[in-house]
């Protein structure tokens, strides 16, 4: 499986990385390099029974999602404790510009 160069050039386009000439073919070499392990990967036989694992058998004991209170229920309490607040909110200093 080989991979031409302007596949590499759109490759080093979609990543923002700006190749010379010499450094495209280069890389065409090492990615093909990269595609053929891949490829030869695929290409072994595994068994068909699948690995032991004492994590297969896990399952999820969590609750089920659900309301655990009515919404807002806490908000005045919260806010009682801002040091600073607007409205229904917290007010705290802008950190980034604008």
Known sequence: ??????????LAELSRIELSNEE?????????????YVDAIKKVKLPD???????????????EDGEPHTAGA?????????PRKEGRYFKVKKILGG
């Not at 495209?24 to 053929?36: A, F, N, P, V, Y």
């Not at 029974?49 to 609750?63: F, G, K, Q, W």
């Not at 806490?74 to 801002?82: G, K, N, R, V, W």
């Open 1 to 10: 499986m080989a991979i031409s160069l302007s596949e590499v050039k759109k």
């Open 24 to 36: 495209t073919e280069k890389m065409r070499g090492e990615i093909d390099s990269i595609l053929s």
């Open 49 to 63: 029974t699948p690995a032991s694992s004492p994590y297969l058998d896990l399952e999820n004991v969590m609750r």
């Open 74 to 82: 806490f908000t005045s309490d919260i806010l009682a404790q801002a």
